[in-house]
């Protein structure tokens, strides 16, 4: 089937009645914004659906649901835990396979803080209940679950936690946690927790604990995935070293010619030594470099290139992190909603860039604004001379060998 695939018009949550079994929210229409493709000649153009056809496309993070058109209306809508899948636009997207990191630090049923454990397991039974009734989305639990979602014209759907947060001081959560097809888990979000120290704390010196270690052990134990995509740089380290097997960050990039979700090439560089990948991430701005100050699919790229050329391009793939709906906007109503979080002295002010003069910022990331334009990753690579091997090591090949290594 290649990039095509069977769509039967299926909606999220069909099977209920709106407005009886659940409560209607003014949801993003597809395309939010309008759409942006690397433009190619003729020639590449051919060669584009010719390679999408043939190539495997791993999308190793994002959150591919349909936000409500006014950001306003997310904390209500979360703490009613039911979230609209966009299958209809996924089924244009070409992705073969999408890493689904869900949104559990704003699970608010029951805490303005996320991450509760009854709150974590409603969201993955509803998600799952939904996908239980229509025939586009697969629930992937190993490889083979993707080669078939490949052949079959469907998209295989990895369940992944961002952080290791609910299973709070109890490893057997875990083992829970995989058997209800959880794939890939983080070992901490921003904030620090019982595993490690996380990459948003004022002090990133905190590492790896002991409790955290006996979790990766676990985690290795049970084919359990592990991302150190919200560590900070030390616990990344450390966490690679403590691990049998290969683990992965989602979402990130580097932090040496970048500004936003980044880490320190020492980080990149242990990962692809012990067999690791870089799933380049983007999020809400983008990365954004001296030469690409606003977040774009050429910051993107410039990122890509940098992390081929200091980790090999087999131990680089993508994770963009991005949704439909208003990702920016998202922020603003996220990060607000804490309470009682002061600031401290010794925490680093955000870098950003300056942007020149004349230039506008879209606020959004052109060419990278929802899971669809990831194939852009791929026209980018196309325009600009890479080989179809290389191509789809980054978009694909890369995590598939990652994962046969990892999954049992």
Same mark, same amino acid.
């Given at each position: !089937?290649?990039?095509?695939?069977?769509?039967?018009?299926?909606?999220?949550?069909?099977?209920?009645?709106?407005?009886?079994?659940?409560?209607?929210?003014?949801?993003?229409?597809?395309?939010?914004?309008?759409?942006?493709?690397?433009?190619? /000649?003729?020639?590449?153009?051919?060669?584009?659906?010719?390679?999408?056809?043939?190539?495997?496309?791993?999308?190793?993070?994002?959150?591919?649901?349909?936000?409500?058109?006014? !950001?306003?209306?997310?904390?209500?809508?979360?703490?009613?835990?039911?979230?609209?899948?966009?299958? $209809?636009?996924?089924?244009?997207?070409?992705?073969?396979?999408?890493?689904?990191?869900?949104?559990?630090?704003?699970?608010?049923?029951?805490?303005?803080?996320?991450?509760?454990?009854?709150?974590?397991?409603?969201?993955?039974?509803?998600?799952?209940?939904?996908?239980?009734?229509?025939?586009?989305?697969?629930?992937?639990?190993?490889?083979?679950?993707?080669?078939?979602?490949?052949?079959?014209?469907?998209?295989?759907?990895?369940?992944?936690?961002?952080?290791?947060? *609910?299973?709070?001081?109890?490893?057997?959560?875990?083992?829970?946690?995989?058997?209800?097809?959880?794939?890939?888990?983080?070992?901490?979000?921003?904030?620090?927790?019982?595993?490690?120290?996380?990459?948003?704390?004022?002090?990133?010196?905190?590492?790896?604990?002991?409790?955290?270690?006996?979790?990766?052990?676990? !985690?290795?134990?049970?084919?359990?995935?592990?991302?150190?995509?919200?560590?900070?740089?030390?616990?990344?380290?450390?966490?690679?070293?403590? /691990?049998?097997?290969?683990?992965?960050?989602?979402?990130?990039?580097?932090?040496?010619?970048?500004?936003?979700?980044?880490?320190?090439?020492?980080?990149?560089?242990? !990962?692809?030594?012990?067999?690791?990948?870089?799933?380049?991430?983007?999020?809400?701005?983008?990365?954004?470099?001296?030469?690409?100050?606003?977040?774009?699919?050429?910051?993107?790229?410039?990122?890509?290139?940098?992390?081929?050329?200091?980790?090999?391009?087999?131990?680089?793939?993508?994770?963009?992190?991005?949704?439909?709906?208003?990702?920016? $906007?998202?922020?603003?109503?996220?990060?607000?909603?804490?309470?009682?979080?002061?600031?401290?002295?010794?925490?680093?002010?955000?870098?950003?860039?300056?942007?020149?003069?004349?230039?506008?910022? *879209?606020?959004?990331?052109?060419?990278?604004?929802?899971?669809? $334009?990831?194939?852009?990753?791929?026209?980018?690579?196309?325009?600009?001379?890479?080989?179809?091997?290389?191509?789809?090591?980054?978009?694909?090949?890369?995590?598939?060998?990652?994962?046969?290594?990892?999954?049992?």
């Amino acid at each position: !089937m290649g990039g095509k695939k069977k769509y039967d018009g299926y909606k999220a949550f069909d099977y209920l009645k709106p407005g009886f079994d659940y409560k209607v929210f003014d949801l993003v229409k597809h395309p939010r914004v309008e759409p942006y493709y690397v433009p190619l /000649s003729r020639t590449e153009e051919e060669r584009f659906q010719e390679l999408v056809e043939k190539s495997t496309l791993i999308d190793l993070h994002e959150h591919p649901v349909l936000w409500p058109d006014d !950001m306003r209306d997310v904390p209500e809508l979360h703490g009613l835990g039911r979230h609209f899948t966009a299958y $209809e636009a996924l089924s244009t997207s070409h992705i073969d396979c999408v890493f689904d990191n869900l949104m559990d630090g704003m699970s608010y049923a029951t805490s303005y803080s996320g991450w509760k454990w009854t709150d974590v397991i409603h969201d993955i039974g509803i998600r799952l209940s939904d996908i239980a009734h229509q025939g586009l989305v697969t629930h992937c639990r190993n490889v083979q679950d993707i080669k078939d979602a490949k052949e079959n014209g469907k998209i295989a759907f990895v369940i992944a936690l961002e952080s290791a947060t *609910p299973i709070e001081n109890e490893l057997d959560r875990i083992d829970v946690l995989y058997g209800l097809g959880v794939r890939s888990m983080g070992i901490c979000y921003s904030e620090s927790n019982m595993l490690g120290g996380g990459m948003g704390e004022a002090n990133k010196d905190s590492g790896l604990t002991d409790f955290g270690y006996d979790a990766v052990k676990r !985690m290795n134990k049970l084919g359990l995935l592990i991302d150190v995509g919200h560590t900070n740089d030390r616990t990344a380290i450390e966490t690679i070293g403590a /691990s049998d097997h290969p683990i992965y960050n989602s979402h990130s990039g580097p932090g040496a010619i970048a500004v936003g979700h980044t880490n320190g090439d020492e980080v990149l560089q242990a !990962m692809a030594e012990k067999g690791g990948v870089l799933g380049v991430g983007g999020a809400g701005q983008g990365l954004r470099t001296e030469k690409h100050p606003i977040g774009s699919i050429e910051s993107y790229m410039e990122c890509v290139e940098y992390c081929i050329d200091l980790m090999g391009v087999d131990h680089v793939g993508c994770g963009p992190d991005t949704l439909y709906g208003a990702h920016q $906007e998202l922020y603003k109503v996220w990060f607000p909603r804490k309470k009682g979080n002061h600031d401290r002295e010794s925490r680093a002010p955000r870098m950003n860039w300056p942007v020149p003069d004349g230039a506008v910022d *879209p606020g959004y990331v052109k060419g990278l604004e929802n899971p669809n $334009e990831y194939v852009n990753i791929m026209r980018w690579m196309i325009k600009h001379g890479y080989g179809d091997g290389e191509i789809q090591k980054v978009v694909g090949l890369n995590a598939m060998g990652l994962l046969e290594r990892v999954w049992v």
